[in-house]
């Protein structure tokens, strides 16, 4: 009953910056929520986005503030791997941040 597309790549009119949305439909809404594209991919961060998904699902929490917090969540984490230089196949620094999951 509910959709979500994620990785959505575009150019923010109204900044001219580049971003990364995910995309949640159900059958009476649907809604971008959007971030600072930081560039680059990290092996895991997919399968972070889905657990932090499935954790709010399981919680019974919205699924458009679980999607906005599974973005923030995964935007400081990829922050923090860039600046760190972490090398991109060895995931994203997560663990500092999962106290946003509580």
Do not use: H, W
Request: charged residues 25%; hydrophobic residues 40%; neutral net charge.
């Amino acid at each position: 009953k509910t959709v979500v597309v994620t990785g959505i790549r575009y150019i923010d009119e109204k900044d001219k910056k580049k971003k990364i949305g995910n995309l949640v439909v159900t059958e009476q809404k649907s809604q971008l929520s959007a971030f600072p594209y930081i560039g680059g991919s990290f092996s895991g961060t997919g399968d972070l986005f889905a657990s932090v998904i499935a954790g709010g699902m399981a919680r019974g929490d919205d699924i458009f503030r679980i999607i906005n917090l599974a973005g923030e969540f995964i935007e400081q984490a990829m922050k923090d791997s860039v600046m760190d230089q972490v090398e991109a196949n060895d995931g994203v620094n997560y663990e500092k941040y999962l106290k946003m999951l509580v």
